[in-house]
């Protein structure tokens, strides 16, 4: 018994089928299938509004039998929304970004390392507090220290820079070697030229110079008639070079400097027993502390070469005490800066106006003089027992090679680490 309507095509209720438009006829169901294939996924469900017995809801129809399963089509799962499949990555899949891809970001540190790194920070920046507070103060306490006197002639600059180093008996004497009317014991004049290398030249003390206002006379003799400006007015009248910057020294204030950092390695070729002195020396290099440095210094008439041969070895005394002044051990201990400071403080005065970063430039420029590259020596001396009637012994520099010598001091022509100038 079939249920009436099976056979037929369901029709709309004519309330929602289009006027004049004709129902076209419902496909015909497959023989094998006694269920209506599932409409396609995503297509809208449509409640049908044709008349059905509620009582057969459920059961089978009569005389059916049920469909075999190989033979009826298979019922599709409801739609759903699709669902990306889930690959898994082979091992090593992540080990390297893809060509192309942004850097990837590690991941944020843990805890414990995060707060190792800012203690680190807080400790950089207390050390980096100390240091630059330990700079301005020591900056401050060396200012209020630094001796003035009035030297610079305030004539026109010269290229480069240039400095005068003085060694006073004013300063506690270096020329306490028990000669007459000693003045000042040691000129160097050290020029830094705009190019070429720095040069430190020995002017010996008894060299017969003009002096601005006096008769020719030795040139330490300048000092002791006008000090520190009558002295640098003569240099620049020699040089040709106008002085940027006086230094004063008394050479008791630099033996307090050599036992500062621990004693000097002084060398001289010569067993020397000098009552004036007191220099006791056996020939070779030695460790010398700061009574002996001051002897090695002031030796004169036990060496050959006289006043030139006390000024290669002043020039050695400052070189040794320049090295290790500014060695990274002086730097790095604290006790040894301020008590070679405080020492060299004590030995120094330096021209009106200059101050701490002077000072500084300063002792780079020295220790620059007296590198390997430098050039050192004297003017050219054409005479070292050259006598004069009321003056006595002097030392006569050579005037027709002297203003070509200064030349090349001024303008850096000599050749890198020579020996330049001194007697022909």
């Known amino acids: 018994m079939t249920t009436p309507g099976d056979d037929e095509p369901r029709r709309m209720p004519p309330s929602i089928q289009p006027r004049g438009a004709q129902r076209p006829p419902a496909p015909q169901r497959p023989a094998s299938s006694s269920r209506p294939a599932p409409p396609p996924a995503g297509a809208p469900t449509r409640r049908s509004t044709g008349a059905f017995d509620t009582s057969q809801r459920g059961a089978a129809p009569a005389g059916r039998r049920p469909a075999d399963p190989a033979s009826s089509p298979r019922r599709n799962p409801p739609a759903q929304a699709p669902v990306a499949a889930t690959r898994v990555a082979p ?64 004539a026109p600059d010269t290229p480069g820079r240039t400095y005068l180093i003085v060694g006073s008996d004013s300063r506690d004497g270096w020329a306490d070697d028990g000669t007459e009317g000693a003045r000042t014991d040691t000129i160097m004049l050290l020029h830094v030229p705009e190019s070429g290398p720095t040069a430190l030249v020995s002017i010996p003390r008894d060299s017969y110079v003009a002096i601005p206002g006096y008769q020719d006379n030795k040139i330490n003799a300048a000092f002791a008639f006008g000090g520190a400006p009558l002295l640098v007015e003569t240099v620049e009248g020699l040089t040709g070079l106008t002085v940027d910057l006086y230094l004063e020294v008394g ?117 620059g003089g007296l590198a390997g590259d430098a050039v050192t020596g004297t003017p050219p001396i054409r005479n070292m027992g050259y006598s004069v009637k009321g003056v006595g012994s002097t030392v006569l520099l050579d005037p027709d090679t002297s203003p070509a010598f200064w030349e090349g001091v001024a303008e850096g022509t000599f050749e890198p680490g020579s020996e330049i100038g001194g007697l022909e």
């Not at 070729?269 to 004036?276: E, F, G």
């Not at 604290?334 to 002077?358: H, Q």
């Open 251 to 367: 050479f008791t204030g630099v033996a307090d400097m050599v036992d500062a950092v621990g004693g000097v390695e002084l060398c001289y070729d010569r067993d020397v027993d000098d009552k004036l002195s007191r220099l006791e020396w056996e020939a070779g290099c030695h460790e010398a502390d700061g009574a002996t440095a001051l002897a090695f210094s002031r030796m004169r008439y036990s060496d050959p070469l006289g006043d030139i041969g006390r000024t290669q070895r002043q020039r050695q005394v400052v070189s040794a005490v320049a090295s290790e002044a500014l060695a990274p051990g002086t730097f790095l201990n604290p006790f040894r800066m301020v008590a070679l400071t405080s020492a060299g403080l004590d030995a120094f005065a330096v021209s009106d106006g200059s101050g701490v970063v002077d000072l500084a430039r300063a002792a780079f420029d020295i220790r």
């Open 91 to 154: 091992p090593g899949a992540y080990d390297a970004p893809p060509p192309g891809a942004p850097p990837s970001r590690t991941a944020p540190p843990s805890g414990a390392p995060r707060r190792r790194r800012h203690r680190l920070r807080t400790v950089v920046l207390v050390v980096l507090l100390l240091v630059v507070g330990s700079l301005v103060w020591f900056a401050a306490w060396a200012s209020g220290r630094i001796q003035h006197v009035e030297a610079l002639s305030g």
